[in-house]
């Protein structure tokens, strides 16, 4: 099958509204003219294939065994088979005039407005690491200080436990031992946390310079966004003024035969992959 214009259709499906019949065409201002499908159209393309264990099968039951059939009315069935048509045609239809100048000017629009998202967020992101931050600047400045009175402690008691001021050379010996190995545990803890420290710093101002730049930029995004949005709006009345709104060609025709439940695409075949893409455009337009 023309595989390149079902994937031309397809992304048309994707980007239109979906809510105009199958023999109309959208138009006005508001946005590019697209695939002239409903969602009802798109419910019927999307045939659901269930496991043959898990299948409805009439007049049986889930063991096979014969059933009296479920239908109350089997008069109205027959009729609905008499009313419904063996072939189901869903034309697909795009405006060739001006449907890339509008996919153009509302894909800028839309690029600018990601931008704009994307730079609030990182300033978000900035500010929670911010936070993140200080918090743990604060947490090792504490640790600093549990240490400095630690230390403090423990050479009060090996002062007082050697003797204290009255102290002979014995005890003198015996504190200064002691006092080393205070001093030493001390000094490697305190080297320990003042790295943290550095390092933390470093963080913040890192940070700082980020959300600095982050901020700046803010301003210049927005403005953008304002600039793009005004040509959008520009380009989409002019096309409208122009009165090409309403122009439109057949790019295929969607047919799907009941009764044999297979679907073509410009009398091809239509393949799994072919209908998967087509449920995903439609899925996008809310119909599930």
Known sequence: MSRHLLAAALCVLVAGSGSVSAQQVSGGSGGPLVISITKADCSRLI???PAPDVAYKPGVD???????????????????????P????????????????RNTANANKAAAATAVSNNTAAIAAAKTQATTLSNQLAALNSQKS???????????ANTASTGGSGANSILLAARAKRQAEIDSSYASDVASVNAK?????SAITANNTTLTNLQS?????????TNTDMATQGTLAGISAKGLDATQTR???VKYDIA???FTYNDQPMLSEDQQKLAEACAKQGVR
């Open 47 to 49: 045939s659901h294939v």
């Open 62 to 84: 889930v063991r096979g065994k014969p059933v009296v059939s479920a239908d109350a009315d089997p008069a109205a069935a027959a009729f609905a088979k008499r009313v419904l």
């Open 86 to 101: 063996e072939v189901l045609e869903i034309p697909i239809n795009i405006n060739p005039l001006n449907y890339g100048q």
């Open 146 to 156: 549990t240490l400095a009175a630690n230390y403090a402690t423990a050479t009060a």
């Open 197 to 201: 420290i550095t390092s933390a710093n």
């Open 217 to 225: 930029q803010d301003t210049s995004l927005r403005q953008t966004y």
């Open 251 to 253: 790019v295929g025709t």
């Open 260 to 262: 044999r439940n297979t």
